[in-house]
């Protein structure tokens, strides 16, 4: 499979569940992330990977947690979220951490109750 | 951070109209991409434009990266309803004291074309 796969694509949690989000690319690329987006706002950053190690955090809360186990694989571990974290989350990758052109993955639509 | 404003917002066509979307900045960014979303999707990327001045075209895609590279615009000619979807700016560039490269989304125009 090429691309950027991300399962679940819809994901419906408790405020008290613990859930993770996959992300899979088999492009050769060294660097990941993660984005959330929500209505009216940009998209957010929120973890960088490169190289397997995170280089970015940008104040995300910790029931957010990533996890990169290798360069084709990206995970987005959460817990006892709130309702305002109900979002698309986007996971994306390229060939170099912040330059070239991303490819994302077709996201994961959480909603939490 | 360096922000990346888009206009219109929100545009509305028929079908074989043609339209141009804007993406203005007060900062210089080493290159700038166009992504297009579909509902339920994530963005594509479009086309990576790295000089001032620099026009690239995609078929009915014109992509223009300002002379001072901190601008953009994106025309279609005769707009198809495939065009429908969100259109998104985003700049590379680097954050004040890092040496670390990232890109900066806008935040997007949704464009719907109507039969």
């Known amino acids: 499979e090429t691309g950027v796969t991300q399962t679940p694509r819809h994901l419906v949690m408790g405020m008290t569940n613990k859930k993770s989000l996959k992300c899979e690319q088999h492009?050769?690329?060294?660097?990941m992330y993660w984005y959330k987006q929500s209505a009216k706002k940009p998209l957010e950053l929120m973890f960088v990977y490169s190289l397997e190690e995170r280089v970015e955090n940008n104040s995300v809360p910790s029931r957010f947690s990533p996890e990169c186990p290798n360069s084709s694989h990206l995970f987005l571990h959460l817990h006892t979220l709130q309702p305002e974290d109900s979002a698309l989350y986007l996971c994306a990758s390229s060939q170099e951490y912040g330059r070239g052109g991303y490819t994302f993955g077709s996201g994961t639509r959480l909603t939490v109750v | 951070t360096q922000l990346l404003e888009q206009s219109p917002q929100f545009l509305s066509i028929q079908e074989g109209e043609n339209l141009t979307v804007y993406c203005n900045s007060s900062s210089v960014f080493s290159s700038l991409q166009w992504y297009r979303q579909e509902p339920g999707e994530g963005p594509v990327l479009l086309v990576t434009v790295v000089t001032g001045g620099e026009v690239k075209k995609l078929k009915r895609l014109t992509f223009q990266f300002g002379d001072a590279r901190k601008d953009s615009s994106l025309h279609i000619t005769a707009a198809q309803t495939g065009d429908t979807g969100l259109y998104l700016c985003?700049?590379?560039?680097?954050?004040?004291?890092?040496?670390?490269?990232?890109?900066?989304f806008g935040r997007g125009t949704q464009l719907t074309v109507w039969p």
């Open positions: 492009l050769g690329h060294n660097a």
């Open positions: 985003a700049g590379g560039g680097r954050d004040r004291g890092s040496t670390l490269g990232r890109l900066y």
